[in-house]
């Protein structure tokens, strides 16, 4: 559905209660989660000159709740590397999911990335039943495992990996 023809935009600073609202929403999300990215949000908010994290976000419309931002994405690159990129974080509200939104995002996340010499993203994320969709979603994205780390974040909760090659 290609976001339904919503653009992608940069974070503002604005932008910061409805963003927090949105990690709020997201269910597969604990706490410390929640705390991380809004951690990183705010690094990026307070420091203009600062290149290790970059966001985008989609704007919400009528359909995806309360969310006025329906969709948001950080990234960046990986310390040490030439041209490896890490998506620290993709989420849309769940109210807002299965319209295109994170495929837009994550397009646009590749393209900035390429510009900047990208090679691989890596995404990494958690094995748990409750992040089967977002494993779905790497998949179809053309992203391959690359790595499955049993009992990483916990027992029982492993660790998997997965890479796109930007070239
Ligand atoms: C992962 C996530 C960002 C996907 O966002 P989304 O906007 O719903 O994804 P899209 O609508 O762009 O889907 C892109 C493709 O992935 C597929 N997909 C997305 N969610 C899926 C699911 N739950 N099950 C199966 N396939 C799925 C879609 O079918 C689509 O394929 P198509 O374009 O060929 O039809 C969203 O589910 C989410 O926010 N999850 C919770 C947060 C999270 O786990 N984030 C990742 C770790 S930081």
């Given at each position: 559905?290609?976001?339904?023809?919503?653009?992608?935009?940069?974070?503002?600073?604005?932008?910061?209660?409805?963003?927090?609202?949105?990690?709020?929403?997201?269910?597969?999300?604990?706490?410390?989660?929640?705390?991380?990215?809004?951690?990183?949000?705010?690094?990026?908010?307070?420091?203009?000159?600062?290149?290790?994290?970059?966001?985008?976000?989609?704007?919400?419309?009528?359909?995806?709740?309360?969310?006025?931002?329906?969709?948001?994405?950080?990234?960046?690159?990986?310390?040490?590397?030439?041209?490896?990129?890490?998506?620290?974080?993709i989420a849309a509200h769940p109210a807002a999911r299965r319209r295109g939104l994170g495929r837009l995002l994550m397009e646009?996340?590749?393209?900035?990335?390429?510009?900047?010499?990208?090679?691989?993203?890596?995404?990494?994320?958690?094995?748990?039943?409750?992040?089967?969709?977002?494993?779905?979603?790497?998949?179809?994205?053309?992203?391959?495992?690359?790595?499955?780390?049993?009992?990483?974040?916990d027992v029982g909760d492993d660790r998997l990996i997965f890479i796109r090659r930007l070239t």
């Open positions: 559905m290609a976001g339904l023809g919503r653009p992608v935009r940069a974070l503002r600073r604005e932008d910061r209660p409805a963003l927090a609202a949105l990690v709020a929403a997201v269910e597969n999300f604990n706490a410390a989660e929640r705390e991380c990215a809004m951690e990183l949000v705010d690094i990026y908010l307070g420091d203009e000159a600062q290149r290790d994290y970059r966001f985008a976000v989609v704007d919400g419309a009528a359909g995806d709740g309360a969310a006025t931002v329906a969709a948001y994405a950080c990234w960046g690159p990986v310390p040490l590397t030439r041209g490896t990129f890490d998506l620290y974080w646009h996340v590749q393209g900035r990335a390429r510009l900047e010499g990208g090679r691989i993203l890596v995404a990494e994320t958690s094995a748990k039943e409750s992040y089967r969709g977002t494993i779905a979603f790497y998949q179809r994205l053309g992203f391959q495992e690359v790595s499955h780390i049993r009992d990483f974040y």
